[in-house]
């Protein structure tokens, strides 16, 4: 069965450096995802991605983040410059694109960012 | 802003009965609604979804009820087994758009 694959697993960072955290979404799918879950809290939407340019993004989604689709496969997440509270699990998602409101979303296992 | 709220961070269930699952949210323009199981160390993966134009959702021993006078969705897992322990969350997404807005999740225990 197809799924989304994310690398690394766990990224450990110096407060300050840039980071890019890769995904791989299912290979027919349209749209691409990315959300985060701080340690104890919920998963929080940050930014989706269609037809190579950024459909909806969260306040969270500054203007130290940015995601780009450098081919036809992977699916990337940059910080620029990361702070401790951007400490959390990231998780990619894509979905098929049959609809914008009932596509389902299929996330990845998620790579493990921690800002020291 | 906790627009889709788990009100239970914990459930435990003996093997064999009823789990049930309860979510609140509070923006009515939602009308896509959908429940994640997540193991630690892995994504959240998909179980069941239902959209605002139903109430009633089965797929093998999952059942999602959706009571959008309430503005709850409730998830029945019948029989529970031991695998199915894991954290849960339920998820909204507006008719507008794709961002899912997820609960807090509850950690579901079967008990052997």
């Known amino acids: 069965e197809p799924e989304v694959t994310q690398t690394p697993s766990h990224q450990v960072t110096q407060m300050g450096q840039e980071v890019i955290l890769r995904c791989v979404p299912i290979?027919?799918?349209?749209?691409f995802y990315w959300y985060r879950q701080i340690l104890g809290q919920k998963v929080e939407f940050l930014v989706s991605?269609?037809?190579?340019?950024?459909?909806?993004k969260s306040e969270i989604f500054d203007d130290q983040f940015s995601v780009e689709r450098p081919d036809g496969s992977n699916f990337t997440l940059k910080i620029r410059s990361t702070k401790l509270e951007d400490s959390a699990m990231y998780f990619c998602?894509?979905?098929?694109?049959?609809?914008?409101?009932?596509?389902?979303?299929?996330f990845g296992p998620g790579t493990r960012l921690t800002v020291l | 802003d906790q627009q889709v709220k788990q009100n239970s961070p914990s459930l435990s269930v003996q093997e064999g009965r009823i789990s049930i699952l309860n979510c609140d949210y509070t923006?009515?323009?939602?009308?896509?609604f959908l429940w994640y199981k997540k193991y630690p160390a892995e994504g959240p993966t998909f179980l069941i979804s239902?959209?605002?134009?139903?109430d009633k959702n089965e797929d093998g021993r999952f059942t999602v009820f959706l009571n959008k006078s309430a503005k709850h969705l409730s998830l029945h897992i019948v029989p529970s087994q031991p695998g199915d322990s894991a954290v849960y969350f339920c998820?909204?997404?507006?008719?507008?758009?794709?961002?899912?807005?997820f609960g807090t999740g509850t950690s579901l225990t079967v008990i052997p």
């Open positions: 923006n009515s323009m939602f009308d896509y």
């Open positions: 998820a909204a997404s507006l008719y507008t758009g794709n961002q899912f807005y």
């Open positions: 998602a894509s979905s098929p694109g049959e609809g914008a409101s009932t596509d389902t979303q299929y």
């Open positions: 991605f269609y037809n190579n340019e950024i459909s909806e």
């Open positions: 290979s027919n799918h349209l749209y």
């Open positions: 239902i959209s605002s134009i139903k």
